[in-house]
T-cell receptor, first 112, second 113 residues
Framework: AQSVTQLDSHVSVSEGTPVLLRCNYS??????LFWYVQHPNKGLQLLLK??????LVKGINGFEAEFKKSETSFHLTKPSAHMSDAAEYFC??????????FGTGTRLKVLA | EADIYQTPRYLVIGTGKKITLECSQT?????MYWYQQDPGMELHLIHY???????EKGDLSSESTVSRIRTEHFPLTLESARPSHTSQYLC????????????FGPGTRLTVL
C-alpha cells in the first residue's frame, strides 16, 4: 500500500524567509514522488519530480526537494519566499500502479 | 502546443439535469484520469483509463460515468445532477509508467442548485 502524509495543513512565512513544506510517504516499492502547486481557481502545476535518480531534486521557481529513504521523507524547500508562492501545495506518490496518491495539501501563506 | 483542456470552466445547473464535462489532451498520452476536489481539500480519483476502450472506477465512489473512444478525449457524464455533485473536477493525463508525472487541466467547477 502507498500513502502520503503532509505534516502541516497551513504554513505561514514572511517574504524573503525560507520555506519548508513537509511530506512523508509510505510505499511497498521504490516510489516516484512529485510536488504540485495549485493557485486559487487554477489546475495543478508540476513543481518537481523524484524518480530514483539524484536524491536532491531541483524544480521550477527556485523550489527543491530532497528524497530521504531512511526517513521516508520528501520535504519541499525554497531559500526565499515570494508573495507569488502563496498557494496550495500537494505531495504525490506513485509506486507503480495507475494511481497517483495525493496528500491532503499544505496551504502556504506569505506575509509581506 | 501540447496541452490538456477542460470545458466548461464553470457550470451552474439545476438538479436533475444531464451534463457532460469535456477533457481533451494533445500530448498523445495513453493514461487519463478524473479527480474530484472539494474546496481546500485533497484530490480523489474517481475514474481512470489506460487507453482506448479501457475505463475503470477509482477510489472514490462516483455516480458519474466516463468513456474513452479516442485517445485524446475522456469525457465525464452525470446523468442526473444533484447538489451533492457540487465540486471541482480535474482531468489529467500521463505517459506510460510511474516515473512520469500527471499533467492536469484547469478544472471544471460544477455547482448544482
Amino acid at each position: 500500500a502507498q500513502s502520503v502524509t503532509q505534516l502541516d495543513s497551513h504554513v505561514s512565512v514572511s517574504e524573503g524567509t525560507p520555506v519548508l513544506l513537509r511530506c512523508n510517504y509510505s510505499s511497498s516499492y521504490s516510489p516516484s514522488l512529485f510536488w504540485y502547486v495549485q493557485h486559487p481557481n487554477k489546475g495543478l502545476q508540476l513543481l518537481l519530480k523524484y524518480t530514483s535518480a539524484a536524491t536532491l531534486v531541483k524544480g521550477i521557481n527556485g523550489f527543491e526537494a530532497e528524497f530521504k529513504k531512511s526517513e521516508t521523507s520528501f520535504h519541499l524547500t525554497k531559500p526565499s519566499a515570494h508573495m507569488s508562492d502563496a498557494a496550495e501545495y500537494f505531495c504525490v506518490v506513485n509506486s507503480g500502479t495507475y494511481k497517483y496518491i495525493f496528500g491532503t495539501g499544505t496551504r502556504l501563506k506569505v506575509l509581506a | 502546443e501540447a496541452d490538456i483542456y477542460q470545458t466548461p470552466r464553470y457550470l451552474v445547473i439545476g438538479t436533475g439535469k444531464k451534463i457532460t464535462l469535456e477533457c481533451s489532451q494533445t500530448m498523445g498520452h495513453d493514461k487519463m484520469y478524473w479527480y474530484q476536489q472539494d474546496p481546500g481539500m485533497e484530490l480523489h480519483l474517481i475514474h481512470y483509463s489506460y487507453g482506448v476502450n479501457s475505463t475503470e472506477k477509482g477510489d472514490l465512489s462516483s455516480e458519474s460515468t466516463v468513456s474513452r473512444i479516442r485517445t485524446e478525449h475522456f469525457p465525464l457524464t452525470l446523468e442526473s445532477a444533484r447538489p451533492s455533485h457540487t465540486s471541482q473536477y480535474l482531468c489529467a493525463s500521463s505517459e506510460g509508467d510511474r516515473h512520469h508525472p500527471a499533467f492536469f487541466g484547469p478544472g471544471t467547477r460544477l455547482t448544482v442548485l
